[in-house]
Antibody
């Protein structure tokens, strides 16, 4: 069974740092691009970042560029999101998802991990 | 950035009746490779999103055939032929043609 399990969420102070993980299983992780998508409380979905299958290419929206870093360890089948200098507006449920590049679709999603940025 | 605009934002529907959600993009979603990377996702309460439709009209594996997609260029539609109780949730369109990938605001489908 294809599965994605996020972890690492919690309470973080503005200006701190936090690292999220996404453990993948049931598919060849090293062959798939991966994405992070977030959802603020009561709000819609926002794409956060994408990384290619090898990790050589990464993409971010302006809202997190320079503060967040997506990475992956294909030997451990794990995706990461390093969050630096978080702001209150980064409070959200963070989902990881498989991005099937040929169709540009996110077809498998994890259940998400909650990040709260607050003093 | 490509802005995705959905209408309506809320849609009360009677069980067994059809429902339709529109999504328009601020610029054409036709990629230089000729494909249009417009997909639709469903998010049931308390659940992660689920892919329904991709490349405008292709139904994803396991999605009931009462869900259909249409459109071209900048205007797209998700149609549910006969709404069932399990269809309650929020529906999002998403474009993957250009970075940053962007979503519509979401349309809440509820039963009258």
């Amino acid at each position: 069974e294809v599965q994605l399990v996020e972890s690492g969420g919690g309470l973080i102070q503005p200006g701190g740092s936090l690292s999220l993980s996404c453990a993948a299983s049931g598919f060849t992780f090293s062959s798939q691009a991966m994405s992070w998508v977030r959802q603020a409380p009561g709000k819609g979905l926002e794409w956060v970042s994408t990384i290619s299958d090898t990790g050589a290419d990464t993409h971010y929206p302006d809202s997190v560029m320079g503060r967040f870093t997506i990475s992956r360890d294909n030997s451990r089948d794990t995706l990461y999101l390093q969050m630096n200098s978080p702001r209150a507006e980064d409070t959200a449920v963070y989902y990881c998802a498989i991005l099937r590049w040929s169709d540009r679709i996110m077809d498998v999603w994890g259940k998400g991990t909650t990040v709260t940025v607050s003093t | 950035d490509i802005v995705m605009t959905q209408t309506p934002l809320s849609s009360p529907v009677t069980l067994g009746q059809p429902a339709s959600i529109s999504c328009s993009s601020s610029q054409s979603l036709v990629h230089s490779d000729g494909n249009t990377y417009l997909s639709w996702l469903q998010q049931r309460p308390g659940q992660p999103p689920r892919l329904l439709i991709y490349k405008i009209s292709k139904r994803f594996s396991g999605v009931p055939d009462r869900f259909g997609g249409s459109g071209a260029g900048t205007d797209f539609t998700l149609e549910i032929s006969r709404v069932e109780a399990e269809d309650v949730g929020v529906y999002y369109c998403m474009q993957g043609t250009q970075y940053p990938h962007t979503f519509g605001q979401g349309t809440k489908l509820e039963i009258k």
